[in-house]
Nanobody, 128 residues
Framework: QVQLVESGGGLVQAGGSLRLSCAAS????????MGWFRQAPGKEREFVSG????????YYADSVKGRFTISRDKAKNTVFLQMNSLKPEDTAVYYC?????????????????????WGQGTQVTVSS
């Protein structure tokens, strides 16, 4: 059974940092790109960041560029999202997802439909 399990969410003051982890099990995703999405109350789920299957390319939503960093540890089948300088508008449930495409080398990471597996989400709350 394939599972993606996020952890590391919590309550933090504005300006603080959190590091989210997404541990995959059931199969290796070393040949798949991975992504992070978030959904705030009353809003649609949105793309936050993506990392290529090799780890050599990363992509960010404009709203988090320069503050968030995505990385992956293929040996541990785990993806991370380091979030710095957090703002109240970053408050959301954060989801990791595994791209259905293998060895994809393009720049298209934003659409939900590109991802085959999703985690259950982890809550991030940033207080002002």
């Amino acid at each position: 059974q394939v599972q993606l399990v996020e952890s590391g969410g919590g309550l933090v003051q504005a300006g603080g940092s959190l590091r989210l982890s997404c541990a995959a099990s059931g199969r290796s995703f070393s040949s798949n790109a991975m992504g992070w999405f978030r959904q705030a109350p009353g809003k649609e789920r949105e793309f936050v960041s993506g990392i290529s299957w090799s780890g050599g390319s990363t992509y960010y939503a404009d709203s988090v560029k320069g503050r968030f960093t995505i990385s992956r540890d293929k040996a541990k089948n785990t993806v991370f999202l380091q979030m710095n300088s957090l703002k109240p508008e970053d408050t959301a449930v954060y989801y990791c997802a595994a791209d259905r495409r293998r060895y994809y080398s393009g720049k298209d990471y934003k659409a939900d439909a590109l991802y085959e597996y999703w985690g259950q989400g982890t809550q991030v709350t940033v207080s002002s």
